[in-house]
């Protein structure tokens, strides 16, 4: 996920703008794409799954093909309406869009509406239907957000590995990553990668 220096993952209205002034640049696209190569199925919620359903079909940026040709499951007790609904998207999806206007033009193949179009879902326990994901052969999960999904993660200790983009903006106030802990956690450093736009990525494991 991309984090603030003061730890958000989002504006308090769920604002992203702040992500694309220090990404996109080579370096920090070939972390990205090593990151997104190496899963064997994404999971998100369903707000993020809108959006993303909405937009990586379209896009033409290089890291639209590993997340099309990914399975996805998408978490939501109540399951999901097939495809973006507009009322289910979020201003992030605007800033997306407008950030990428030149590169999300795409002609959107029918195997890629077909991954948005019908992505597993999973109702059930949160811990129990990740812990039934952990046990099946394959690469590793990997989570999207938004927010309120990746702080349930986080607080029930499902998370094997943060990785995390750190962009040099500091937002005073936001959605945190980590406002749902209930008892500190050490962490022990994989890497650190600065890039030359000032953002760093960090991977870092529960110790």
Known sequence: M???L??????PNGEADWIFRSSGGADSTAWVLDTLRGAGVH???SRSYHDMAAFWPYSEMPIAAPMNDI?????SRQGIERGPQADQTTAALAEARARNAAR???TPTAAALKSWAEPAVARGDLVEEVLRLKEQPGNYILAHGGARFAQSLVACGLIDEYRLAIHPVVLGQGQPLFCALRSPVDLRLIS???FDSGA???VYRPA
Do not use: E, N, Q, W
Not at 71 to 75: D, E, G, M, N, S
């Open 43 to 45: 999971i998100m919620g």
């Open 71 to 75: 399975p996805k499951i998408i978490f």
């Open 200 to 202: 760093m990525a960090v």
């Open 192 to 194: 650190a990668m600065p």
């Open 2 to 4: 991309s984090v603030s």
């Open 6 to 11: 003061d730890g958000f993952v989002a504006g």
């Open 104 to 106: 999300h033009g795409a």
